[in-house]
Nanobody, 124 residues
Framework: QVRLVESGGTSVQAGGSLRLSCQVS????????MAWFRQAPGKEREGVAG????????LYSDSVKGRFTISRDNAKNSLYLQMNSLKPEDTATYYC?????????????????WGQGTQVTVSS
């Protein structure tokens, strides 16, 4: 059974940086295309960044483009999200998601594996 566990969420001031991690077991080779999503209270889940199995393709939502960077280290079975220039509107629970090989999407319906989420709070 594949398991995704996020970490790194915390409270930070606007303009600051955070790095989220997602540990995948048994292996990121089982998850294919992976992505980070976020969901704020009262809002729909939003895909913010996605990455192909070997990192050759990356997708970003317009809301985070230029500020967030997604990466993965398959040797460490890990997915990362580097978040810079954080804004209060980035406040949300962030989820790691696994899809499949051949996927290229930031639609939540396309992903079959989900972590429990990690909370990011950005104060002004």
């Amino acid at each position: 059974q594949v398991r995704l566990v996020e970490s790194g969420g915390t409270s930070v001031q606007a303009g600051g940086s955070l790095r989220l991690s997602c540990q995948v077991s048994p292996s990121t080779y089982t998850t294919g295309f992976m992505a980070w999503f976020r969901q704020a209270p009262g809002k729909e889940r939003e895909g913010v960044a996605g990455i192909s199995p070997f990192g050759g393709e990356k997708l970003y939502s317009d809301s985070v483009k230029g500020r967030f960077t997604i990466s993965r280290d398959n040797a460490k079975n890990s997915l990362y999200l580097q978040m810079n220039s954080l804004k209060p509107e980035d406040t949300a629970t962030y989820y790691c998601a696994g899809g499949y090989y051949g996927l290229s999407s930031l639609r939540s319906a396309d992903f079959r594996l989900w972590g429990q989420g990690t909370q990011v709070t950005v104060s002004s």
